[in-house]
C-alpha cells in the first residue's frame, strides 16, 4: 500500500468493545533488530492457549498490550489503528489532564502521541525480600542486595546505582547480563531452530544486579533505593509520575528498614497483585501522601509539604440491610448499557445511574458490564477514584 505507516493487529478474543486490537509503526515490524516474531511455538512445543495458541506477536521490549495473542488479521494502514482498545487502553496521558477532562474531551485518546509503546527503563530490589528480617548479632560483615532491571525498546542497561541516603550520595553495582550468554554462544541448532544472536545488539532481557552493603551501614539507614540508567541515557525518575490510568510508573525502587531490637526488618513498597502489604499502604492507611516528595512520609527535621496526618476513613461501598442472591444467568442479562451490572469482591452493583457524569466516563462501565471486575477495579479505578461507582449492592 503507497503511503503505508501503520501494522494494525486484531486478535481473536471478543471483548465488550470489540475484539482486541492495535498497532505498531510498519518500519518497526521489517526492522529485524527491533525483533518482531509471529510465534506459534515456545521452547519446541506448540504455544498453550494461555500464551496465544495458535498464533501470536511477539513484540520484544514493548508492553505486553502490543503482543496481540490469538492473532487473526494482519492490516498493513495509513494511519494508526482505530480499534477500541488501542484508542483507549495503554496511554498516558499528560497530568494536566484530569478524570472529567479525560472522559469528557475524547480528542485526549486520539492523540497517538500519548500511545505507549517501548517499556520504560526500570529496575527493583528482590533481596532483602519483603518481610525478610536480619539478625544483627554475629552476621557476616556485609550483605549482598540483588537484585534485577530492564531497559524499554531493546536498549541496554548501563548503569544500577543503590542509595542509603535518599539520593544524596550513589554507588554503583555490578551487573550481570545474562542475555550475553546466548551472543557468545554463537550459531547453534535449538529446539529445531537456529539461535543467531551474536550480531544482535539489542537487550530484550532483565539483567541482575548486586552490591555488597557494610550491615554497620544497614544499621545506620532507614531505607534502601535503586535506579538505573539506560544507553540512552533515559534515567530512573525520583517521583511518581500521576495521570489518569496510572500506567508506566517507574520511579526509584525503596524499600524500608525497621529497626527492631537486633533485627532489621525489610518491606517492599507493594506486594504482587492484590495481595495485601507493603510500606505504601502503611502510609496510606497512615493518611500520607504518596506524591509529597518525602514519599509519604516526614523526613527528621525536614518539613514535609503534605505532612501525616489522621488515618483516612475507610469507604463503604455497600448498603446495610439489602441482601439478595444473583445468579450468574441474570447477571448476564445485564451486560448493555441499559442497565450495567458487576462485580466486585462478590458483591454485584448496578451502575446505571453513574453512567452519565461517571469520571471514567461511561464506557468504563459499560466495559465491565455482566462480568467479574475486581481486578480493574482494584487495580485501577480504586486508587484513582476512591469512592464506590454505585451505591445499589447486592450480595452474590
Same mark, same amino acid.
Given at each position: 500500500m503507497r503511503g503505508a505507516r @501503520?501494522?494494525?493487529m486484531e486478535g481473536a478474543d471478543k471483548l465488550p468493545n470489540g475484539y482486541y486490537g492495535t498497532s505498531i509503526k510498519l518500519n518497526w515490524a521489517m526492522d529485524p533488530n527491533r525483533g518482531v516474531m509471529l510465534a506459534h511455538g515456545m521452547n519446541g512445543e506448540m504455544l498453550s492457549p494461555d500464551h496465544g495458541k495458535p498464533l501470536r506477536v511477539i513484540i520484544p521490549g514493548q508492553i505486553g498490550g502490543r503482543s496481540v495473542k490469538w492473532l487473526k488479521k494482519l492490516i498493513v494502514t495509513r494511519e494508526p489503528s482505530d480499534n477500541w482498545y488501542h484508542i483507549y487502553d495503554n496511554r498516558v496521558l499528560p497530568t494536566t489532564v484530569s478524570p472529567e477532562e479525560s472522559a469528557n474531551n475524547s480528542a485526549w485518546w486520539m492523540d497517538e502521541r500519548y500511545a505507549i @509503546?517501548?517499556?520504560s527503563s526500570n529496575s527493583a530490589i528482590a533481596y532483602p525480600a519483603h518481610e525478610e528480617q536480619l539478625c544483627t548479632v554475629g552476621a557476616p560483615e556485609n550483605y #549482598?542486595?540483588?537484585g534485577y532491571a530492564y &531497559? &524499554?525498546? &531493546? *536498549?541496554r542497561i548501563t548503569r544500577v546505582e543503590v542509595t542509603l541516603d535518599k539520593g544524596k550520595s550513589w554507588r554503583l553495582a555490578k551487573i550481570d @547480563? +545474562? !542475555?550475553? *550468554? @546466548? #551472543? !557468545? +554462544?554463537?550459531q547453534q541448532m535449538l529446539h529445531g531452530g537456529k539461535l543467531d544472536m551474536e550480531w544482535r545488539e539489542n537487550c530484550f532481557c532483565w539483567c541482575f544486579w548486586n552490591l555488597d552493603i557494610a550491615i554497620s551501614e544497614l544499621k545506620d539507614t532507614k531505607d534502601i533505593f535503586v535506579r538505573c540508567m539506560d544507553e540512552s541515557m533515559n534515567i530512573q525518575p525520583r517521583d511518581m509520575y500521576w495521570s489518569v490510568l496510572g500506567m508506566m510508573n517507574n520511579p526509584w525502587y525503596r524499600i524500608t528498614i525497621s529497626h527492631e531490637n537486633d533485627y532489621l526488618r525489610f518491606e517492599h513498597p507493594t506486594q504482587p497483585a492484590l495481595m495485601p502489604g507493603g510500606w505504601m499502604e502503611r502510609v496510606k492507611k497512615a493518611g500520607g501522601n504518596l506524591t509529597n516528595g518525602y514519599w509519604g512520609e516526614q523526613i527528621g527535621g !525536614? !518539613?514535609?509539604p503534605e505532612p501525616v496526618t489522621e488515618a483516612a476513613k475507610e469507604i463503604k461501598m455497600t448498603k446495610d440491610g439489602l441482601v439478595k442472591t444473583i445468579t450468574i444467568d441474570e447477571l448476564r442479562k445485564h451486560d448493555k448499557e441499559d442497565a450495567p451490572w458487576?462485580?466486585?469482591n462478590g458483591e454485584v452493583y448496578d &451502575?446505571?445511574?453513574f453512567l452519565e457524569g461517571h469520571p471514567g466516563g461511561a464506557s468504563s462501565i459499560v466495559a465491565a458490564a455482566g462480568l467479574d471486575s475486581t481486578d480493574e477495579f482494584m487495580a485501577i479505578r480504586k486508587s484513582a477514584f476512591p469512592g464506590p461507582s454505585a451505591t445499589t449492592h447486592i450480595s452474590s
Open positions: @501503520y501494522l494494525c @509503546y517501548d517499556l #549482598r542486595v540483588k &531497559g &524499554g525498546g &531493546g *536498549r @547480563y +545474562a !542475555e550475553d *550468554r @546466548y #551472543r !557468545e +554462544a554463537g !525536614e !518539613e514535609a458487576f462485580v466486585v &451502575g446505571t445511574k
